[in-house]
């Protein structure tokens, strides 16, 4: 596997200052740190490796010439306002079908490793850094400037460094790239299918069957929060102002393998599970009945375990106890 480093920023781009060093200078140190520990298991290359300045262009430009497998982005964040609390934020790669979310979930399980508690969202993103070559390009701010201290510094090569390593042991990590081998713009029709479909075969061996809760844009975060925690299992954040698609979601559950989602969105209260299991429609009826929403259903052809349960939650005050008691007291 070839991977290329880019260590943000650098020369007269400071990056954030709010830190005990420039944010050029946090991010470099990461990247010297990896560079040195996989220096002899991988091809690795950096695009800068002091503290010089490179446009996002010479960052791309230099990502076409090594043509990496992996285009790994290292920064730090600052916060524009005061925080609850730090979390981590892993930028993918904009496509919806892509190995990013792969390799960001990989770090997302190391960072729990060592931070147990911390949040960690991944957002698809259209930096301009990310649009250069790579079948796997990922922008990390796995912490803010300000809280980061030395000992952070050295756990973060760690996470980074076995996260490449779990990469390099998978094998769509050496698979070409789909979406580069369709071409960018020329997708046949119904590929997308084929793919879930070849995903829905080898994915679901492992099928988790603990809850995952998605969020769609905005509005009912807090209440995902609190959900999440109550049922101590996973949380997407499907980005920002961002409407994610049918194949996005999808994408995500199959890859990971969960069997029961709940999609919590703002609106008219309502509730809508999917054909996909009995279940489903089980479990939806006990929410709608408890909550007191009225309940529908789509037959639209949604890429999740046959067997599995999807349920979208439409509210716009949602009672997240209310809905936990329900959910923990199903059979
Ligand atoms: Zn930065």
Redesign the pocket.
């Known amino acids: 596997m070839r991977v290329l480093l880019d260590a ?2 650098g020369g007269e781009s400071k ?2 200052l709010k830190g005990f060093l420039p ?1 050029k200078e946090l ?1 470099l140190k990461v990247v010297l740190g990896v560079y040195e520990r996989l220096r002899n298991e991988f091809d690795l290359h950096l695009t800068r490796h002091r503290d010089i300045h490179l446009s996002l262009q010479d960052r791309i430009r230099i990502s076409y010439k090594v043509k990496p497998d992996l285009f790994l982005s290292v ?2 964040n600052a916060s524009e306002e005061k925080l609850k609390s730090y979390r981590t934020e892993l930028y993918t790669s904009w496509n919806i079908v892509s190995p990013s979310y792969d390799f960001a979930y990989m770090i997302e399980d190391e960072i729990k490793k060592v931070y147990r508690d911390r949040e960690v969202y991944v957002y698809p993103s259209k930096f301009t850094v990310l649009r250069g070559f790579g079948k796997i390009r990922l922008l990390t701010e796995i912490f803010y400037s300000e809280e980061v201290g030395e000992k952070d510094l050295e756990n973060e090569v760690d996470i980074l460094v076995n996260s490449i390593r779990k990469l390099a042991s998978m094998d769509f990590a050496n698979e070409p790239d789909i979406i580069r081998s369709y071409g960018k713009y020329s997708k046949p029709k119904g590929y997308l299918t084929t793919y879930f479909k070849e995903l829905r075969k080898g994915r679901f061996k492992n099928a988790n069957s603990d809850w995952i809760v998605v969020l769609g844009s905005g509005r009912l975060f807090w209440e995902g929060i609190e959900l999440k925690n109550l049922l101590g299992c996973k949380l997407y954040h499907l980005g920002m102002g961002v409407q994610p698609s049918q194949y996005e979601i999808a994408y995500r559950i199959s890859k990971r393998g969960f069997l029961k989602l709940i999609f919590l969105k703002y609106g008219k209260p309502y509730i809508r599970y999917y054909h996909t299991s009995k279940e489903s429609e089980y479990v939806a009826k006990e929410i709608a009945r408890v909550l007191e929403y009225p309940l529908g259903h789509s037959s639209e052809y949604i890429c999740i375990h046959p067997d599995g349960i999807r349920i979208e939650i439409t509210s716009d005050n949602l009672d997240v106890r209310k809905l936990y008691m329900c959910l923990s007291e199903l059979p």
Do not use: I, R, S, V
């Open positions: 943000g920023h990056g954030t944010e991010n920064h730090h």
